[in-house]
T-cell receptor, first 113, second 115 residues
Framework: GESVGLHLPTLSVQEGDNSIINCAYSNSASDYFIWYKQESGKGPQFIIDIRSNMDKRQGQRVTVLLNKTVKHLSLQIAATQPGDSAVYFCAEILNNAGNMLTFGGGTRLMVKP | EPEVTQTPSHQVTQMGQEVILRCVPISNHLYFYWYRQILGQKVEFLVSFYNNEISEKSEIFDDQFSVERPDGSNFTLKIRSTKLEDSAMYFC?????????????FGDGTRLSIL
C-alpha cells in the first residue's frame, strides 16, 4: 500500500542559478497542465499553465516545457531567488475529467544564498 | 489582487462532530472546488461545484461530505460526522472557466484536526 508521508525529492540551487523542476505524467489524455508553488502554511499558488497543443510557454522568469512524446513537463526558473524556496507541484486535467486537477507529488526547491 | 479566503485557519473538532469549513471564492469566478492535503501527502481533489450543483466528485467525497453555496459569496464544505482520518488541510479553489479550462486559484486552507 501507499506509505504514509511522502518523501519529497529536493533540488538545491545557488541563488542566481537557473532551476529546472521535472514532472512525469502517465496519461496521454491529459490536455492541460499547471505548475503551483506552495510555501509553508499556505495554499498552492498558481505559477504558469500550458495546454497540450503547446510545447513551451514563458512567464516572468519562468518557462514551462511540455514533451508529449515522453509525457514530461518541466518548470524552469531563471535567476533563482531565496523567495523561490518552496514545494513545487505539477497538476494536470484529463480531457474527459472536467475540471478535476490531479496533483503530482511535489519537489522541494531550496535556494542557498 | 483578488484572492480566495478561507475560515477558520485552524479547526479542532471532536470525532463524530459536524464541522463546516468556509470559503469566499474570487468574486467573478464561476467554478468552485474543495481539495484536501493530508500531512506530507499529495493534494487530492474532493469536489467541484458549478451553477449551484456538484459537477464532479472523487471517491473521497462520500455521503459524510456536502457542499453548499448559501449566498452569493460563500462556499462551504460540511463534514457530517468527522473521523480521525479526516484530519488534513482543506483547500478551497475557484476558477473562471468559459469555453476553456482556466487556472484554479487556491486559498491558504483550513487545518482540520480531529481529536
Amino acid at each position: 500500500g501507499e506509505s504514509v508521508g511522502l518523501h519529497l525529492p529536493t533540488l538545491s540551487v545557488q541563488e542566481g542559478d537557473n532551476s529546472i523542476i521535472n514532472c512525469a505524467y502517465s496519461n496521454s489524455a491529459s490536455d492541460y497542465f499547471i505548475w503551483y508553488k506552495q510555501e509553508s502554511g499556505k495554499g498552492p499558488q498558481f505559477i504558469i499553465d500550458i495546454r497540450s497543443n503547446m510545447d513551451k510557454r514563458q512567464g516572468q522568469r519562468v518557462t514551462v516545457l511540455l514533451n508529449k512524446t515522453v509525457k514530461h513537463l518541466s518548470l524552469q526558473i531563471a535567476a533563482t531567488q531565496p523567495g523561490d524556496s518552496a514545494v513545487y507541484f505539477c497538476a494536470e486535467i484529463l480531457n474527459n475529467a472536467g475540471n478535476m486537477l490531479t496533483f503530482g507529488g511535489g519537489t522541494r526547491l531550496m535556494v542557498k544564498p | 489582487e483578488p484572492e480566495v479566503t478561507q475560515t477558520p485557519s485552524h479547526q479542532v473538532t471532536q470525532m463524530g462532530q459536524e464541522v463546516i469549513l468556509r470559503c469566499v471564492p474570487i468574486s467573478n469566478h464561476l467554478y468552485f472546488y474543495w481539495y484536501r492535503q493530508i500531512l506530507g501527502q499529495k493534494v487530492e481533489f474532493l469536489v467541484s461545484f458549478y451553477n449551484n450543483e456538484i459537477s464532479e466528485k472523487s471517491e473521497i467525497f462520500d455521503d459524510q461530505f456536502s457542499v453548499e453555496r448559501p449566498d452569493g459569496s460563500n462556499f462551504t464544505l460540511k463534514i457530517r460526522s468527522t473521523k480521525l482520518e479526516d484530519s488534513a488541510m482543506y483547500f478551497c479553489a475557484s476558477s473562471f472557466n468559459s469555453n476553456r479550462v482556466q487556472p484554479q486559484h487556491f486559498g491558504d486552507g483550513t487545518r482540520l484536526s480531529i481529536l
